[in-house]
């Protein structure tokens, strides 16, 4: 069956450095998110994009953040100068249904645990 | 505006019993879904039902949606100890690309 496969699954790093979390998508896909969950709360949408642009975006996912598709299977997050709050779980997630990505099944990743000292 | 607020926000039960959770959300919707996440994993999606369905089944699952008192529920019937995950409702609107999770309950499922 076809998954969302996310590298690396556990990534530490220091405060101040760039961060790249990568993901494969579902090949067919069309939509593709990311979520990030601080330990134990919820899960917290960041960014949408489709046709190679971003879609939407929370007030989470500013300036530090950007997200690439670089060759049409990967789909990466950067942080750019990451923080002590930056510290979670990001989900990568991919839509293939639904009228302009609304109202279709996520397909999540396992998720790359972040942890910034 | 935080959507999808469920209830409650943990839940112990027995196996063999049911497990009920409740979902409320503020504004209109398209859609809502329920997903599943077991300790440390993805989140898994289990039922969709559309604003103009008022319940839907699938397996042990049975989904209700009000739409008038802007709420969901999500029951397991005959729980087993695998059903031991976190369960978030997730809803969609008209005029956004993104599903927008509620804070999730924890089922606890004790053999």
């Known amino acids: 069956e076809p998954e969302v496969t996310q590298t690396p699954s556990h990534q530490v790093t220091q405060m101040g450095q760039e961060v790249i979390l990568r993901c494969v998508p579902i090949?067919?896909?069309?939509?593709f998110y990311w979520y990030r969950q601080i330990l134990g709360q919820k899960v917290e949408f960041l960014v949408s994009?489709?046709?190679?642009?971003?879609?939407?975006k929370s007030e989470i996912f500013d300036d530090q953040f950007s997200v690439e598709r670089p060759d049409g299977s990967n789909f990466t997050l950067k942080i750019r100068s990451t923080k002590l709050e930056d510290s979670a779980m990001y989900f990568c997630?991919?839509?293939?249904?639904?009228?302009?990505?609304?109202?279709?099944?996520?397909?999540f990743g396992e998720g790359s645990r972040l942890t910034v000292l | 505006s935080q959507q999808g607020e469920e209830d409650p926000q943990a839940l112990s039960i027995q196996e063999g019993e049911n497990a009920t959770m409740n979902c409320s959300y503020k504004?209109?919707?398209?859609?809502l879904q329920w997903y599943r996440q077991n300790s440390g994993r993805g989140l898994v999606h289990l039922i969709l039902i559309r604003s103009n369905e008022r319940e839907k089944h699938s397996g042990r699952l049975r989904v209700t949606l009000d739409t008038s008192k802007k709420s969901s529920s999500l029951l397991i019937t005959a729980s087993r100890a695998a059903d031991t995950a976190s369960y978030f409702c997730?809803?969609?609107?008209?005029?956004?690309?993104?599903?927008?999770f509620g804070s999730g309950t924890r089922l606890l499922v004790r053999p």
């Open positions: 090949s067919n896909h069309l939509y």
């Open positions: 504004t209109s919707i398209n859609n």
């Open positions: 997730a809803t969609d609107h008209y005029s956004s690309y993104k599903l927008i």
């Open positions: 997630a991919s839509s293939g249904r639904g009228a302009l990505g609304r109202g279709g099944e996520l397909f």
């Open positions: 994009f489709y046709n190679n642009e971003i879609s939407e």
